[in-house]
Nanobody, 124 residues
Framework: VQLQASGGGVVQAGDSLTLSCMGS????????MAWFRQAPGKEREFVAR????????YYADSVKGRFTISRDNAKNTVYLQMNSLKPEDTAVYYC??????????????????WGQGTLVTVSS
């Protein structure tokens, strides 16, 4: 099982960026997916999660209204659309998939498979 994240880069404050994470080796269409991030010198934190059907989403307060999580089960892929980016959004972003839950939460322990991370740098 592998999750391949992509789409990171260097952008300016106010710009937009879309991250993608494609799974292989297992069909994840029945399971919750999420994005976490880890800023330099900080612990990894929850960003957003989406239910197996895509109908139920939840965001961290810090990104609510600016980020949108979505998924394409036919492609085994989860996305994170990031708008109005701020310097404090600078971090390595990780996608995660639960191997057990249809609707996940904000805890890292609920997710069993992790991508390698993609770096997002937002300059002021």
């Amino acid at each position: 099982v592998q999750l391949q994240a992509s789409g990171g880069g260097v952008v300016q404050a106010g710009d937009s960026l879309t991250l993608s994470c494609m799974g292989s080796g297992r069909n994840f269409s029945s399971f919750a997916m999420a994005w976490f991030r880890q800023a330099p010198g900080k612990e990894r934190e929850f960003v957003a999660r989406i239910s197996w059907s895509g109908d139920d989403t939840y965001y961290a307060d810090s990104v609510k209204g600016r980020f949108t999580i979505s998924r394409d089960n036919a492609k085994n892929t989860v996305y994170l659309q990031m708008n109005s980016l701020k310097p404090e959004d600078t971090a390595v972003y990780y996608c995660a998939v639960s191997g057990r839950l249809r609707i996940g939460g904000t805890s890292q322990t609920q997710y069993d498979y992790w991508g390698q991370g993609t770096l997002v740098t937002v300059s002021s």
